[in-house]
Each structure stands twice: as structure tokens, then as C-alpha cells.
Nanobody
Framework: QVQLVESGGGSVQTGGSLRVSCAASGRAFNNLGMGWFRQAPGKEREFVAAISWTSGRTYYADSVKGRFTISRDNAKNTVYLQMNSLKPEDTAVYYC?????????????????WGQGTQLTVSS
């Protein structure tokens, strides 16, 4: 099994930046595709970004392209999401997810493991 722990959330003003992190344990980071999803109160979970094991492929939701960047440090078993130019509509709980196939994917059903989430609040 894989355990995922998100950190780095907080409160930011509109236009600000924040980086959230996800640390994996319980299994080697090797071959894990990683993704970020988010869920706002009363709304469905939505895809944000994903990255393959080799970092050769990345995927972004249209709503965050040009503002968010996903990256990973395999030596540290950690994936990051750098969020810039934040907007109130970015407010949500951000979840890290992992799949052992290693490809990364925008589809939530492709992910077998999930973290507990970290809260981001963007004020006007």
C-alpha cells in the first residue's frame, strides 16, 4: 500500500502564490504516477494536474493551465503543486493521488491511493 500526506495549504490573497506538497511512504516512489485533485464545498471532485513517473508527461485542467505547475522529486518521494495567480475559485481541499501504473492521468478512477487533503483558501 501507499500512504500519501499533503501539506502546505493555507490562506492566500487573490493573485498570490502557494506550493503544496505530497509525501509518499509505505512503498517505493518508483513507477508511481501522481496527480492532484481538488474539491470545493458542495461540488464534485475535479482534476487539477498529473505527472508521470519519469516526469516526461504532464497534464493540466484548462482552468489552471499557465498558473499551476506540477513537479516531483523522486529522491524525496515527493510531488509538488506550485500555484500562482490564485483566484477565489481555486479555494478547495487539494488531494494528492497515486497510481502504480506510473502514467499519470486526468481521470480519478485511475488512481488507487489518496491522501487526506490540504485546505487552500483564496480571499478576494
Amino acid at each position: 500500500q501507499v500512504q500519501l500526506v499533503e501539506s502546505g495549504g493555507g490562506s492566500v490573497q487573490t493573485g498570490g502564490s502557494l506550493r503544496v506538497s505530497c509525501a509518499a511512504s509505505g512503498r517505493a516512489f518508483n513507477n508511481l504516477g501522481m496527480g492532484w485533485f481538488r474539491q470545493a464545498p458542495g461540488k464534485e471532485r475535479e482534476f487539477v494536474a498529473a505527472i508521470s513517473w519519469t516526469s516526461g508527461r504532464t497534464y493540466y485542467a484548462d482552468s489552471v493551465k499557465g498558473r499551476f505547475t506540477i513537479s516531483r522529486d523522486n529522491a524525496k518521494n515527493t510531488v509538488y503543486l506550485q500555484m500562482n495567480s490564485l483566484k477565489p475559485e481555486d479555494t478547495a481541499v487539494y488531494y494528492c493521488a497515486a497510481d502504480y501504473r506510473g502514467l499519470g492521468s486526468p481521470a480519478s478512477y485511475d488512481y488507487a491511493y489518496w491522501g487526506q487533503g490540504t485546505q487552500l483558501t483564496v480571499s478576494s
